[in-house]
Nanobody, 124 residues
């Protein structure tokens, strides 16, 4: 059973930085794509970034390119989302997700496993 546990959310001022962590367990994740999604109140859950575990290739939503960095640590079975130059519109619950795939997938429906989410609030 795949388990994903997010941590690292919190309150930060606009322009600040925050790093989210996702601890993954229950499988060998070499054939997985790991994604970070976010959902603001009243909005859809959208992809922010994704990484292929085996080769480290990445995807970023246009809204976060140049500000966010996704990475994975094979030894720790963890995925990270480093967020900088945060804006109030980045405020959302951030979710870690996983799916077995050969290419990066961006649709929410494509992902099989989800964490419980962590709140990120950016004040202006």
């Amino acid at each position: 059973q795949v388990q994903l546990v997010e941590s690292g959310g919190g309150l930060v001022q606009a322009g600040g930085s925050l790093t989210l962590s996702c601890a993954a367990s229950g499988r060998t994740f070499s054939n997985y794509v790991m994604g970070w999604f976010r959902q603001a109140p009243g909005k859809e859950r959208d992809i922010v970034a994704a990484v292929k575990w085996n080769d480290g290739s990445t995807y970023y939503a246009d809204s976060v390119k140049g500000r966010f960095t996704i990475s994975r640590d094979n030894a720790k079975n963890a995925v990270y989302l480093q967020m900088s130059s945060l804006k109030p519109e980045d405020t959302a619950v951030y979710y870690c997700a996983a799916v077995t795939a050969r290419m990066i997938l961006t649709a929410r429906a494509a992902y099989d496993y989800w964490g419980q989410g962590t709140q990120v609030t950016v004040s202006s």
